[in-house]
């Protein structure tokens, strides 16, 4: 059983589309972030919330952290091609002094 | 400036070989991490060193050995390679931050082992 569950695995959508990943626990986590992989490279940090409820946009994308501090939403708005890879969120739960990583949703945008 | 290298890119070697894995960053961060990511891109913690003290090492067979010589780089060495130790390995580094260890990445080295 995963700590922080990714849903859903696969997304593929045309361009233009709006889409929305998930990342759960049963676990309160001080702070999540988001990452985005792309083939053949590292994870880059897209965000991170720290606060129950915290909403944060980055152009299209827009995360936001659950009241509780247990989940978090990523919203994509009028997906790109260049919006394509790998998404992961990420944490430290209680006191953690290292990061656990979701299932990973893999994102891809159609021309 | 690359903030987060790591050398070779790609590694293919026989079972039973011997081999290492170099990571450098220059973001002036003081913590420095070993990741695997399987093939189901499942991405999980190995190491973690802070000023050059091993500060987590998770369940990894001793075949693996992290090596930092100072806070800059953090090097893993890979004793008697076994078929399931292929998968891509990511080095990355942190500098603790109130509440998150917001992690940067090097561009992964794809082990295989044949």
């Known amino acids: 059983t995963q700590l922080l569950e990714q849903s859903p695995q696969f997304l593929s959508i045309q361009e233009g589309e709006n889409l929305t990943v998930y990342c759960n626990s049963s676990?309160?986590?001080?702070?999540l972030q988001w990452y985005r992989q792309e083939p053949g490279e590292g994870p880059v940090l897209l965000v991170t919330v720290v606060t129950g409820g915290e909403v944060k946009k980055l152009k299209r994308l827009t995360f936001q952290f659950g009241d509780a501090r247990k989940d978090s939403s990523l919203h994509i708005t009028a997906a790109q091609t260049g919006d394509t890879g790998l998404y992961l969120c990420a944490g430290n739960p209680g006191s953690a002094r290292q990061l656990t990583f979701g299932s990973g949703t893999q994102l891809t945008v159609l021309p | 400036d690359t903030a987060v290298s790591q050398t070779p890119k790609y590694l293919v070697t026989q079972m039973g070989n011997d081999k290492s894995i170099k990571c450098e960053q220059n973001l002036g961060h003081d913590t420095m991490y070993w990741y695997k990511q399987d093939s189901k891109k499942f991405l999980k913690i190995m190491f973690s060193y802070n000023n050059k003290e091993l500060i987590i090492n998770e369940t990894v067979p001793n075949r693996f050995s992290p090596k930092s010589p100072d806070k800059a780089h953090l090097n893993l060495h890979i004793n008697s390679l076994e078929l399931g130790d292929s998968a891509v390995y990511f080095c990355?580094?942190?500098?603790?931050?109130?509440?998150?260890?917001?992690?940067?990445f090097g561009p992964g080295t794809r082990l295989t082992v044949t």
């Open positions: 676990s309160v986590f001080s702070s």
């Open positions: 990355a580094s942190s500098r603790r931050q109130a509440t998150s260890y917001e992690q940067y």
